[in-house]
């Protein structure tokens, strides 16, 4: 028999238990687009997943953090992160740079209000990544500008009565763009000349005797874009030029020891910057663990969003079977029917 007669034969027998054919068919298109359907599911939710992350975060970035010390803790036994840390961690292969990020508290003021901020010193190509809602970037290594996270606001409260956001649920009446701002940086001074001596020294004195620090009016450069219910990882923290900060602090403190930074044995300031944590940025998403791996390598703590994506990557896959074979069901049933 020929194969011509063959496929006439059947197509006679399939017209002839038409119902049959049609439900056999059927059931072969719900399985084939369960699959489809199912898995396209599980990809999507990855891409969703990995989309929201990206949007907190940069995935080609890297935060790398101080290692442990070892030794009796003096500044020579720490693996401190410095400028020429900074320039070894440029020449890792696929690294485009690099930036440091130095921290410090001050206080802003402005009428009665007042806050208690964190200000981060950062690189340009750091700020570079910030959205601004009004005004501008704080670019400038030579003048100190401040950009404030936009729910820093929600920070200032009535120094004389003590009321804040938090506590009575309206925002401080504060203009960060169109008023000056008196901005504190030595904040223990300034909390010590608020106390009575009697406080500081157990006697029976009045005010205190320490001299209230100078204040500094630092112009606002801009605000990061969002209003205050909305929330995004530059949101909390007032940002600006790492070089400026560092010559205003050295400006301010001029031999004595700035706060947070470490000190040698005789207690002396050292001749360099320590920085809190760095920013490592990379030329590829996939480039990423390997260099991270790399900094891991030289006694550093170093973390990514990477580290989020490949767990959730397992977790799809995962779950990307379990609806497959959901789909696969609905298949197997299909082709019980067509044996049938």
């Not at 990855?46 to 975060?57: F, H, K, P």
């Not at 910030?130 to 005004?135: K, N, P, T």
């Not at 100190?144 to 804040?164: A, P, Q, W």
Request: with cysteine; hydrophobic share 35%.
């Amino acid at each position: 028999m020929k194969f011509s007669d063959l496929l006439r034969l059947s197509i006679s027998n399939l017209k002839r238990r038409k119902l049959r054919t049609f439900l056999t068919v059927l059931g072969v298109i719900i399985g084939t687009a369960s699959i489809v359907v199912m898995v396209s599911l599980g990809i999507g939710q990855a891409a969703l997943q990995t989309e929201s992350i990206e949007s907190y975060a940069s995935l080609t970035t890297i935060d790398v953090w101080q290692g442990s010390s070892m030794g009796d803790g003096s500044s020579e036994d720490q693996n401190y992160i410095t400028d020429d840390v900074l320039k070894t961690f440029e020449r890792i292969p696929h690294v485009t740079g690099t930036s440091p990020v130095l921290r410090t508290n001050v206080i802003a003021k402005q009428g009665v209000y007042e806050a208690n901020l964190q200000l981060q010193g950062v690189s340009n190509e750091y700020l570079e990544q910030i959205e601004v809602g009004e005004g501008k970037l704080p670019l400038d290594d030579k003048k100190l500008e401040f950009l404030y996270g936009n729910t820093v606001i929600r920070d200032f409260m009535n120094s004389k009565t003590g009321d804040g956001y938090y506590s009575t649920g309206e925002e401080a009446d504060v203009d960060l763009m169109g008023k000056a701002v008196f901005i504190i940086f030595d904040t223990s001074a300034y909390y010590q000349s608020q106390m009575p001596q009697s406080a500081l020294q157990g006697s029976d004195a009045g005010q205190s005797s320490t001299k209230p620090p100078k204040k500094y009016i630092v112009p606002t450069a801009g605000l990061v874009k969002g209003s205050p219910d909305e929330w995004n990882q530059y949101s909390y923290s007032t940002y600006c030029n790492v070089e400026a900060l560092k010559s205003q602090l050295k400006a301010i403190y001029r031999k004595e020891p700035i706060p947070g930074q470490p000190t040698d044995k005789k207690g002396k300031p050292l001749d360099y910057f320590v920085y809190d944590n760095a920013s490592v940025y990379v030329d590829d998403m996939d480039n990423v663990k390997a260099v991270q791996d790399t900094i891991a390598s030289m006694g550093f703590q170093a973390n990514s969003n990477m580290e989020w994506v490949e767990q959730n990557k397992k977790t799809m896959q995962i779950q990307q079977a379990v609806l497959g074979g959901i789909g696969a069901v609905s298949l197997l049933v299909a082709a019980i029917g067509i044996a049938n």
